[in-house]
């Protein structure tokens, strides 16, 4: 048995890097070892984070010891975690990295660690280069690979993005596992009366934070083109960018009565009602590593529409389990044509439904361990 500690956003912050960190830890339980949770009690300056709160409403798992220690932004914390992290003795320390700001805090907290203990220091990559750049962002990533040891990568396109920093650091790659953890399918007719919407139109879902390189008016502009009356989309998800300009273009199409804004943070026992609502989940990202709601529609068992960046084609099956298109509203709306017009969705959700077994808990954890 090993003793694992786990760096990274949880309960009660909220957001998909939370919600799989959890996942994992319960994961390394199953496995018969032990885990902690070492999170954030400061993530963000208030200035910095573009949403409405930080801070999620559900419960936190159970059996999982979740520590709020870090402060982010604020050197005089890290060798004080560093020093708390190495009293718990870990064997794997498993550091998340998603975003440069966080470098300077994980690569410090990580390096002293080392210091202390023999952990091994493993790093769980959803991003090196964020989808929205800044001119510290290669100097912050550079600074933290000094102190890991390995890397797991949920995305091929991050491996090559290690290749630009370091040529020695080991890497294996393995998909991003399904999240399970948003509990079982749900009746549509009983989902639609929750949301409101009418049983009798089809929809297109368009889910979680909505930010500019996700698409979402490449997404409109395609269901424009798309002239479909039994067709309607529902945008689900907190705003991280200009809300008023989406609604403001929507109504300057006319399109207020086909296209359905939940502007909220959607918490987790909501989740399955918009999948269970939905006949497709769109995502025409202009830049992408992996995506977690790929991994959501494979739990509900939803056909994708992705774009051709990043990890997307790697995790769709292009004209089985969804479709890969290039990124132009014109190549949306045509693989969105299809779709309905050629009654697809009961053998693309076949297709879901078969490639399931190809993204597990247990694959992650074992490509976590490999090196030992």
């Not at 994961?27 to 885990?35: P, T």
């Not at 993530?43 to 999620?56: A, E």
Request: proline content about 5%; overall charge neutral.
């Amino acid at each position: 048995m090993k003793r694992y500690v786990i760096l990274s956003p949880a309960n009660p912050l909220r957001g998909g890097i939370a919600s799989s960190s959890e996942r994992l830890a319960q994961e390394i339980r199953e496995q018969g070892h032990e885990v902690e949770i070492v999170s954030f009690k400061k993530q963000y300056p208030d200035l910095l984070f573009p949403g409405k709160t930080q801070l999620t409403t559900d419960p936190a798992p159970k059996d999982i010891r979740i520590h709020s220690w870090i402060h982010a932004y604020n050197p005089f914390n890290w060798g004080k975690v560093a020093q708390s992290i190495a009293a718990l003795k870990p064997d794997v320390l498993i550091v998340r990295y998603w975003i440069p700001f966080m470098g300077p805090s994980l690569g410090a907290i990580c390096k002293g660690v080392k210091q202390r203990t023999n952990a091994r220091v493993v790093c769980l990559a959803d991003n090196l280069i964020p989808h929205e750049e800044t001119p510290l962002d290669t100097a912050l990533t550079k600074r933290f690979l000094k102190h890991i040891d390995a890397m797991v990568v949920m995305s091929k396109s991050v491996g090559y993005d290690l290749r630009k920093f370091s040529q020695t650091i080991p890497y294996t790659y393995v998909a991003h596992p399904i999240y399970d953890n948003y509990g079982p399918k749900t009746d549509r007719s009983s989902a639609l009366k929750r949301l409101g919407l009418d049983a009798s139109r089809r929809y297109i879902l368009f889910f979680g934070f909505i930010r500019a390189y996700k698409g979402l008016d490449l997404l409109i502009d395609a269901f424009e083109k798309l002239q479909d009356a039994q067709v309607e989309l529902v945008v689900a998800g907190e705003f991280y960018s200009d809300e008023q300009a989406y609604k403001s273009d929507v109504a300057k199409r006319g399109l207020q009565k086909q296209i359905h804004f939940f502007s909220e943070y959607i918490p987790n026992d909501e989740v399955a009602d918009f999948f269970a609502a939905a006949d497709i989940v769109a995502q025409p990202y202009r830049s992408a590593t992996q995506s977690g709601i790929s991994q959501l529609a494979y739990h509900f068992e939803k056909p994708m529409l992705v774009t051709n960046v990043g990890g997307l084609p790697e995790i769709v099956d292009h004209n089985k389990s969804g479709y890969v298109v290039e990124v132009d509203a014109d190549s949306v709306a045509t693989a969105l044509q299809d779709f309905f017009e050629n009654n697809r969705l009961n053998e693309m959700t076949a297709a879901t439904i078969d490639a399931k077994s190809r993204f597990s808990w247990a694959a992650l954890f074992e490509a976590l361990n490999q090196g030992d």
